[in-house]
């Protein structure tokens, strides 16, 4: 194609919202008109699952569920009255809640003022909060906000660290939404502690986010609030339901500039015509890309700081929703689209190399922000700005990939603000919805999460069975002895492992032996 038919074939594709100032450039995907055709039929298949999962299908069959997270931000199209109050009602009180704790009305006992929000949770109940944190930045915050979002103690450490005092006025939002996931029970649990190292309560300063009933809820009776996440509404597709809400409206940040970004960005996904429609129009750059099957993975490539959390954001809404084993029907798939992704123009300095020249296994996402978000504008050269430093850095990488037969889309929006933030989640959730029917998959559940969960949990009975014949035994035992003691003679690895943690931090185990051969090695209590 030469640049007069590429030009052409920009104006062609290319999608525009005039309302939110956003578009989609699909031009430099390579599909022709022969794919759009083929893939017309499944198009409509899409729409018209759409239509059915927000009129209230069981768009989730294995869990038996239906999926509302459009109806988050037009709670009038929620199929019932019941569902409607779900979302109104937390609506209502997170907007009470923090009037009250920025006004100091809602206090912790021994300060004046909530200072700090402190929010423990993992996966969809930490990657949407931790985005927004950082793409929407309040220039004089109300709070400052710090995440625990794993088990580890290092981590645990450096945050509660970083709060250091101001532990007596923050305010800790435990979110999860089953109630029961380990690490953000473990979360829980530390904070809890260093509230009480302190000669601080926990509770007054201790909020839940978690569906009505679950562990975490019966735990937090007594704390200062509970949010109620909806059955309906999934951990990745949550940042606009109380999970994303509450921080973000703690940290001063808009939530209904949010919320209306969102509806508008639904409003235009649900047109059914694939070329006026921008979730469609991704759904099919990907499913051309990937011949249907994932081949090629999404790198995101935002050119604006504030967006660098958007890509792990989206690996999860991606990878989570689309990588199955199984599709809808039971035949063996193996779907998915990985994700990988850091900024524009920093990476590239870094990995960009191989997009240009290396293993053509991607296809690129650029996301440009028109605005600079500066209001004077200094020059570096006579002319010429940073800005345009990072928009020429943006054209000319998406020209050198393209020239080397490597694909991209582009996203334009004016600026990172709210309603652009809000749309931008929810194209990214209509597009995946819209990929999982064109490959015939459900999107909504989580299945091969389960494995490993059950796997660590089985670790940590084998480790407490360890631990006690460790203790009840005088004499060095080696591993396998020790395996088989414990009930477990095949699972020696993990008995070696196991003590191997154990000795490493003084927790009543000592190796002896030669670490190069395990068959030597001795363990012992110490
Ligand atoms: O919010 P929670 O129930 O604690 O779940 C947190 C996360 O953990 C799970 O393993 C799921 O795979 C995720 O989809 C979920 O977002």
Do not use: C
């Not at 502690?193 to 601080?200: F, M, Q, T």
């Not at 037969?405 to 209509?430: C, F, K, W």
């Not at 032996?513 to 395990?518: A, E, F, H, I």
């Amino acid at each position: 194609m030469d640049k007069q038919q590429l030009w052409q074939r920009y104006q062609d594709w290319l999608y525009y919202h005039k309302g939110l100032g956003f578009y989609v450039d699909i031009s430099r995907m390579g599909f022709d008109d022969q794919l759009v055709k083929e893939l017309t039929p499944k198009f409509e298949k899409a729409f018209a699952d759409m239509e059915a999962l927000e009129a209230g299908a069981i768009a989730n069959p294995d869990e038996g569920r239906m999926v509302g997270h459009y109806w988050l931000r037009a709670p009038e199209l929620a199929p019932n009255e019941e569902a409607r109050k779900e979302i109104t009602e937390p609506l209502a009180n997170i907007a009470q809640f923090v009037k009250k704790v920025h006004q100091g009305t809602i206090k912790p006992p021994t300060a004046d003022k909530f200072t700090d929000i402190l929010s423990v949770g993992i996966g969809g109940s930490a990657l949407g909060p931790q985005f927004v944190a950082e793409a929407l930045p309040s220039e004089n915050p109300p709070m400052t906000i710090h995440f625990i979002d794993n088990t580890d103690p290092a981590g645990i450490d450096s945050t509660l660290k970083n709060i250091g005092d101001r532990l007596k006025s923050t305010l800790v939002l435990i979110t999860t939404k089953s109630g029961g996931t380990p690490e953000t029970r473990n979360g829980m649990l530390e904070v809890k502690h260093a509230y009480e190292s302190k000669g601080l309560a926990f509770e007054p300063h201790a909020v839940a986010i978690t569906m009505p009933g679950s562990k975490m809820d019966k735990i937090a009776t007594d704390w200062l609030a509970r949010f109620p996440m909806q059955d309906w509404v999934g951990g990745r597709t949550s940042e606009l339901s109380a999970v994303g809400l509450l921080p973000a409206a703690l940290q001063g940040i808009n939530i209904d500039g949010m919320l209306i970004g969102a509806k508008e960005m639904d409003e235009a996904t649900r047109v059914k015509d694939l070329k006026t429609n921008p979730a469609a129009l991704l759904a099919l750059a990907w499913y051309y890309s990937g011949n249907g099957k994932g081949e090629k993975d999404m790198v995101v490539l935002p050119y604006k700081d504030s967006l660098l959390l958007f890509s792990r954001y989206l690996q999860q809404l991606v990878m989570e929703s689309l990588g199955k084993e199984k599709d809808l029907d039971g035949n063996t798939v193996y779907q998915g689209i990985a994700v990988y992704g850091n900024k524009g123009s920093t990476d590239q300095h870094a990995y960009v190399q191989q997009l240009r020249e290396g293993v053509p296994n991607f296809f690129a996402t650029f996301i440009e922000v028109l605005e600079d978000g500066r209001d004077t504008h200094f020059e570096i050269e006579p002319g010429v700005t940073s800005g345009d430093f990072l928009s020429g850095f943006l054209q000319g990488t998406r020209q050198a990939l393209f020239e080397n037969s490597r694909d991209s889309i582009t996203i334009t929006i004016p600026q990172v603000n709210p309603r652009t933030v809000g749309a931008l989640i929810a194209l990214y959730e209509r597009a995946v919805s819209f990929y999982a029917s064109l490959v015939n998959i459900n999107a909504y559940h989580q299945p091969g999460v389960e494995a490993g969960k059950k796997m660590s949990a089985s670790i940590l009975d084998l480790q407490t069975k360890v631990q006690t014949v460790i203790q009840e035994t005088s004499e060095a035992l080696d591993i396998e002895t020790l395996a088989a003691k414990a009930g477990s003679p095949d699972e020696v690895e993990f008995v070696y492992k196991i003590v191997r943690h154990l000795a490493a931090n003084g927790r009543g185990v000592a190796l002896a032996g030669d670490l190069t051969d395990l068959k030597t090695l001795k363990v012992s209590a110490s």
